[in-house]
């Protein structure tokens, strides 16, 4: 029971995220009667298979994890169901939480190579425009 509300407690900062001036329940845990916290359904609201399958690969590449898929409820609906099963005492949350803080790195990396190249580029442009002068 206690590891339950740990469990809880550790995703509850990703429950929940500010829309039109209301809390709107953006991340479930689904589990089902008689199941064990290594396997789980993650329900995640106004997501598509963008998020989807990055965060399915970033999951698949702990090994501690046995099985990480992903579903689309209806293509009119933009919710995906992510399950996560994983070997031995390790709590399915554990590799969530690690995918999302892992996919976030990455993404930060591609941003900030971006954001370089565009200077570098703007800057060899105003070189260029300077000794033709």
Not at 44 to 58: K, P, Q, V
Not at 95 to 123: T, W
Request: aromatic share 6%; proline share 3%.
């Amino acid at each position: 029971m206690e590891e339950d509300q740990e469990l809880e407690r550790k995703i509850s900062g990703l429950k929940t995220s500010m829309a039109e001036g209301e809390r709107k329940t953006a991340l479930e845990m689904v589990q089902a009667a008689g199941t064990d916290r290594h396997c789980v359904t993650f329900v995640l609201h106004e997501e598509d298979h963008t998020l989807g399958n990055s965060l399915r690969y970033m999951i698949m590449k702990n090994p501690e994890v046995e099985f990480c898929g992903y579903t689309t409820t209806h293509p009119s609906e933009s919710k995906i169901n992510l399950r996560i099963q994983t070997r031995g005492t390790l709590p399915a949350v554990e590799p969530f939480q690690r995918g999302l803080n892992e996919l976030m790195s990455v993404c930060q990396h591609v941003l900030d190579k971006f954001e370089a190249s565009i200077k570098d580029y703007k800057d060899q442009k105003a070189s260029r425009n300077e000794s033709t002068f």
